[in-house]
């Protein structure tokens, strides 16, 4: 049985709006769900606030306008269970100041390609968040799947409802939710006063956004900007929920803010912070100073880790040769930073090769034996001097290809519904990807996030991953792209630190010429931070198959000119790498794992 609130209409308020004009590719890093406050954030009375310390608020704009016409009922109340708004809140997110809660449903008729016209229905609650006033919503279902993968690749939680409908018969409009054979919101609204038209270009409250690990900051603050003609008509509302649904709870004993119908035309968009990426140049040798600059100039390092305890740093170890591997010095530094923050921090690998274990006489085999795998890893941890060094740290080893598995599902994969990882990566609060700056002859580069196909453990998978290759071919060719964007979203990356000191360039991951480079680059946006090295090295985004296909999964962003860098400029420190032989998987697969011993 369906709970059911009636609400009468209140006093008044003015309702002001937040929107920007956005380009065609800028829009599908954004999400289409960042409108859905335009008719809202005025309502609560609030005023924007400002930047956030994780993002930038610079962002390009354009003359296109995303949403040009929408009709909405919105609904505003202020509950009087604190107890349940705070655990409805996530920790992030400060309570405010009133308890506002917004329920609407809104048809977007008149939208720019790449949308077509959708429904969208939210529930937001007013918050803060460190000292600025905003909206954290709760649920936001869609019937586009173009909305839903754009709006969910920046932190709206949205799904895709079997219908939503919004509705009107003799002045009185009616919309409701369907799912999986319930109606799980449904709201109906009556006129009581006659339409009032205005033009609103006024800043409303931001959206704060916790985007999912690996595709950008944990906060993303999202504002909306632009003109609207708005004809408003105020009333009463019924709105009845899923009683399963918690929020419901939310609206028992409310008292109204506001109840009204809104007819919205103009033009309107949103503009969002621009992912942040440094450069620090190795000076006299001192790995050190560079690792720690390059953190400075991203907040520091109580800015990358906040609310971060457990911090694994995940190094390339490919194999024991140090010529191909992450430099220690490099984990060292990033490391004692953690340690001295207070973290508890691990250093993770699962190794690719090493020789005598999977690679003999010069054959590559590929093995799920687990003696194998920990005599292996043993080895390279040895031979590189990681052992040694996470003893004078204090700081375990874990070899992720064996032990206790984990099964973490990954939403709309590409090569995987689910993958195995190691427990302890599901353990942890973040995960810190340390490469060293290669090419590689299947993906053409291989930086922060190719570094956790290391996180496929060869007990499962086999070392070598050709199995993931094997599977990954399906997807598309290079056998690599696919599974790279599959393992970032079943992991909590959320820092990338690039070991630049040497470089390789040519065929790699192994088998390159080394190159002085004398940089360190780090960014808690994984694509933006390999973005900025690949270019670095001279690429350009399109050669990266993993950088498409991350766009293709919604991840952010999709061009230089959407990150900030910071620290020595890209121009001073490009080099132009030589480029490797690239080969299709199917052509490598013969000489590489295609054995199992």
Known sequence: MEAVFVFELGSKKERHMKKCKVTRREFLQVGAGAAAGLMTTSIIGCSSGGGINFVSQSSGKSSTEWYQGQQSVTAVYQPINSALYRQLLPATFDMPDSLQVIVAIAYYSTVSFPLTPYHEAYVLLACSHQGKSGLYTLTMPVDNKRANDIGRSIGYPKYIADGIELTESSGTWSGQVNHQGRTVMRMTFTPQAAAIASTRSIAGPSSFNLVPPGIGPEVLMVDMIGQQQVSTRSGSATVSADPNAPWSKLLEGASLVTAQFQEVTGDYGFRWGSAVVSIARIKNGRTDLAVEEALALLGGIDAVTLGKQKIMLKPNLVSENPQSTTNPEVIRTLAQLMKNAGK???????????????????????????????????????????????????????????????????????????????HSLTDIDMLCSVPMMKTHILGGVTLGMKNLIGTYPGAVYGSLRSLIHDQAAHVETSGVAGAVVDIVRANKLGLVVIDASTAMEGNGPEGGPLVKMDLIIAGTNALATDMVAASVMGFSHEEIPAFLWSNMAGMYPQRLNQIEVRGERMDSVRRKFLRPQLSSWSNLRPSFGSQEI
């Open 344 to 422: 508890v921090v691990s250093i993770g690998e699962g190794s690719a090769t090493a020789s005598g274990f999977n690679v003999i006489n010069g054959v590559y085999y590929r093995t799920k034996n687990q003696d194998k795998l920990n005599g292996m890893q043993q080895f390279v941890f040895d031979k590189l001097g990681y052992t040694s060094l996470a003893q004078s740290l204090g700081i375990p080893l874990v070899n992720l290809h064996t032990g206790e598995m984990s099964s973490v599902a990954v939403a709309n994969g590409f090569v995987f519904d689910a993958i195995s990882i190691h």
